[in-house]
């Protein structure tokens, strides 16, 4: 499974971005996927996740109300809507693909997750 994501950039304080990431495989519908993300200096975290059938999605305490994960099986995409962005929400953002039939740990682990992107910048000035 190869991982793109993409739709990173330089935004303000209060405007939105898109980011995309395109999965290379076949079966797209058998995988969860997150979104994680990293500041400089600081570990990777969890930012929200979907589960294979869209049915499951869970969100960070810091993004609930402001960003939205969707996905688009027959297109083998997910997307993370992102509004009302802050300065805090700088960083690295990653996609990130987990085969439920072998996966372990909680959603928001990093290490639950199998297959990563190569991630994408967002940077949000104040």
């Known amino acids: 499974v190869q991982l793109q994501a993409s739709g990173g950039g330089l935004v303000q304080a209060g405007g939105s971005l898109r980011l995309s990431c395109a999965a290379s495989v076949r079966t797209f519908g058998t995988y969860g996927m997150g979104w994680f993300r990293q500041a400089p200096g600081k570990e990777r975290e969890f930012v929200a996740r979907?589960?294979?059938?869209?049915?499951?999605?869970y969100y960070a305490d810091s993004v609930r109300g402001r960003f939205t994960i969707s996905r688009d099986n027959d297109k083998s995409t997910i997307l993370l809507q992102m509004n009302s962005l802050k300065p805090e929400d700088t960083a690295v953002y990653y996609c990130?693909?987990?085969?439920?039939?072998?996966?372990?740990?909680?959603?928001?682990?990093?290490?639950?997750?199998?297959?990563w992107g190569q991630g994408t910048l967002v940077t949000v000035s104040s």
């Open positions: 979907i589960s294979l059938d869209d049915s499951t999605i």
């Open positions: 990130a693909a987990d085969d439920p039939l072998v996966s372990t740990g909680s959603y928001y682990w990093t290490g639950r997750y199998q297959y």
